[in-house]
């Protein structure tokens, strides 16, 4: 017996609109065989490489974001990125201080923020992700000799929707530039760097998840960041304290 296919909507309909727009593409750009032949050749190698994700954190997952959010209340969202990891450790108390080895370098930030609902009602016991860079631009858990969840954790907002944590200033870096990615980023005369952020997923009840990244002015990449994750509206300034750096910004979460 032969088995019915059971056809999946969206599916066809993303991919009718697909082939629509590569057939104008084409037909702009006179894409040649030749050319055609050595991006199927490239795009093996990103897959064989395992650099799917990365390639598409840094050069797809923008333009996914704008046309999804532009023009919404709300914070704007930024590149989840391919350095996410789950099961990160709880930080039970104010100011939430993140894991960090006994000889952490890098500057000392204080970062204090809100968190809210578009309604303007604070939101209290939203559950906040963080992860950073450590002073040399590694992530643990990736390319980082540093321990396990190293500058990462998870923390819940207080009864008037704050937090304030401390950790370290993370610095600009680049991404990974030895495979398929690399190539394409030599290919088209880009630069590889990202400028300095910290990342952030916020989750509460009846409301839309918010993944974001906090930018620094002042940052030499902020123009040309090779993701194009920049949102403005993510840009805060650095205060020097004479110890520490402080830092603030309020974030504002879309009814679901």
Do not use: C
């Not at 858990?141 to 954790?153: C, E, K, T």
């Not at 401390?166 to 690399?182: A, K, L, R």
């Not at 630069?191 to 993944?211: D, N, S, T």
Request: no cysteine.
């Amino acid at each position: 017996m032969i088995e019915s296919i059971v056809k999946n909507k969206r599916v066809t309909e993303i991919y009718a609109s697909f082939v629509k727009h590569m057939k104008n593409f084409l037909d702009e750009q006179q894409i040649n065989h030749e050319e055609y032949t050595n991006f199927v050749k490239w795009a093996n190698r990103l897959g064989t490489s395992g650099e799917v994700p990365l390639f598409l954190d840094v050069f797809i997952e923008t333009y996914v974001l704008e046309a999804k959010y532009k023009g919404l209340p709300g914070t704007e969202p930024s590149l989840l990125g391919p350095y996410f990891v789950e099961g990160t450790p709880l930080l039970k108390e104010q100011p939430f201080v993140l894991p960090q080895r006994p000889d952490e370098k890098g500057e000392k930030l204080v970062f204090r923020g809100t968190v809210s609902s578009v309604n303007g009602q604070p939101l209290p016991q939203t559950r906040v992700e963080w992860w950073q860079d450590d002073a040399d631009g590694f992530y643990s858990n990736f390319d980082s000799d540093a321990p396990d969840y190293n500058l990462r954790g998870h923390f819940y907002t207080d009864e008037n929707g704050r937090f304030e944590v401390h950790s370290i200033v993370p610095v600009p870096y680049q991404i990974p530039t030895n495979g398929p990615t690399g190539e394409f980023v030599k290919a088209a005369g880009y630069h590889p760097y990202r400028p300095a952020h910290l990342h952030m997923k916020f989750e509460k009840e009846g409301h839309e998840p918010l993944i974001t990244q906090v930018f620094f002015e002042g940052d030499e990449w902020l123009d040309t960041d090779v993701a194009n994750g920049v949102r403005t509206s993510l840009l805060t300034k650095l205060v020097d304290k004479g110890g520490h750096k402080e830092a603030s910004l309020d974030f504002v979460m879309r009814i679901e």
